[in-house]
């Protein structure tokens, strides 16, 4: 059976959390990616610089890519160096502050992401800072970085999420509870924090 483009990147949109797998690699992707390796191997700098061009024309990255159809993470390349990750927020989706153990750079191409900036306090954690990103903006994080994502539109927000190193690999942290509590991260609460955001809104 003949798929159609747009029904395999319909398909390829579902939510898959899993290391190791290249997805939705196609032509209109392809040199995306490579264009990401080669600034990965010039450093953090050079890959937002990337990001800065390919989210500066966000109907093309809509079209290589797929117009979004619900919130998840399709992973586009994971090594234990490089993660390229294509992550698209539930509408009005909150994401606790986490953090990564390694560098990110984020680009956002359809919709809006706030994220507030936290650093380790005493107790817990305290924020120290907060940003709000829209089509063909960029923010990076440095490797110690905490932040927490809000999509604060009622639509889908899409961005091009790179990381400095394995986004699925053990001992990340995240933060809980009016106390803001230490929790290990976990991938598998991730997911099912995508799929009760997507029914919220019928997705
Ligand atoms: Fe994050």
């Known amino acids: 059976m003949t798929v159609s483009r747009r029904e395999f990147l319909a398909t390829a949109g579902a939510i898959m959390i899993a290391p190791g797998v290249f997805a939705s690699i196609n032509d209109e992707v392809t040199p995306m990616i490579e264009a990401l390796k080669q600034a990965y191997s010039e450093g953090q700098k050079s890959v937002e610089e990337t990001l800065k061009r390919l989210t500066s024309d966000p109907r093309d990255l809509l079209n290589r890519l797929g117009e979004p159809t619900k919130g998840g993470i399709r992973v586009l390349y994971n090594t234990s160096e490089l993660t390229i990750l294509n992550i698209t927020w539930a509408p009005l989706m909150v994401l606790r502050p986490h953090d990564h153990n390694m560098w990110a750079s984020i680009g956002v191409y359809e919709g809006r992401e706030d994220n507030i900036f936290w650093?380790?306090?005493?107790?817990?954690?305290?924020?120290?800072?907060?940003?709000?990103?829209?089509?063909?903006?960029?923010?990076?994080?440095?490797?110690?970085?905490?932040?927490?994502?809000?999509?604060?539109?009622?639509?889908?927000?899409?961005?091009?999420?790179?990381?400095?190193?394995?986004?699925?690999?053990p001992g990340r942290t995240s933060w809980a509870g009016k106390d803001q509590e230490p929790t290990p991260f976990s991938q598998e609460g991730l997911k099912n924090h995508f799929v009760k955001s997507n029914a919220r809104f019928g997705l």
């Open 119 to 169: 650093k380790r306090s005493e107790s817990a954690i305290e924020p120290v800072g907060a940003g709000s990103y829209g089509a063909g903006e960029v923010t990076s994080l440095d490797h110690d970085a905490i932040h927490s994502v809000v999509n604060p539109t009622p639509r889908l927000t899409a961005a091009i999420h790179v990381y400095g190193g394995d986004f699925f690999a």
